[in-house]
């Protein structure tokens, strides 16, 4: 895939240098590429991903409680939290890992983060490719 067309779509976005992960997603549904190519790409361009749908990042200034929405009180059933512990390997779980076990239960992408945050479980890789190097 050609990465001008990601770079166009991301272009477009109305917010100059920011882009939310839904629209990142969107973006790489739309062209039929990987997520983390969007990702990449809007790093080449310093595009700052936020609003991140487990709730990890980009939900207001960064170094502040309000920047992430993990932590919060939620309560997900014992079946839901032993499908997540049983899905992560060395303390870590996948984004897409949580994405499917939302999907899989009915519960709410944040309140998977939140329920693998509650379990110290570190998220790990990002889809976008958030937190390379970490």
């Not at 009180?73 to 499908?83: C, F, G, I």
Request: net charge positive.
């Amino acid at each position: 895939m050609n990465t001008k067309k990601i770079e166009e779509m991301i272009r477009i976005y109305p917010e100059k240098d920011k882009l939310p992960c839904p629209v990142a997603h969107f973006i790489a549904a739309s062209l039929k590429v990987d997520p983390e190519a969007v990702g990449d790409v809007a790093t080449v361009l310093n595009v700052k991903l936020y609003q991140c749908q487990l709730g990890l990042f980009g939900y207001g200034r960064k170094g502040i409680s309000a920047y992430k929405i993990l932590g919060r009180p939620v309560e997900v059933s014992d079946s839901v939290l032993e499908k997540i512990k049983a899905a992560a390997t060395d303390g870590t779980i996948s984004c897409r890992q949580l994405w499917d076990i939302a999907d899989e239960t009915g519960v709410l992408r944040p309140e998977a983060g939140n329920a693998a945050d509650s379990l110290g479980l570190k998220i790990n890789p990002c889809q976008l490719g958030a937190f390379k190097g970490k």
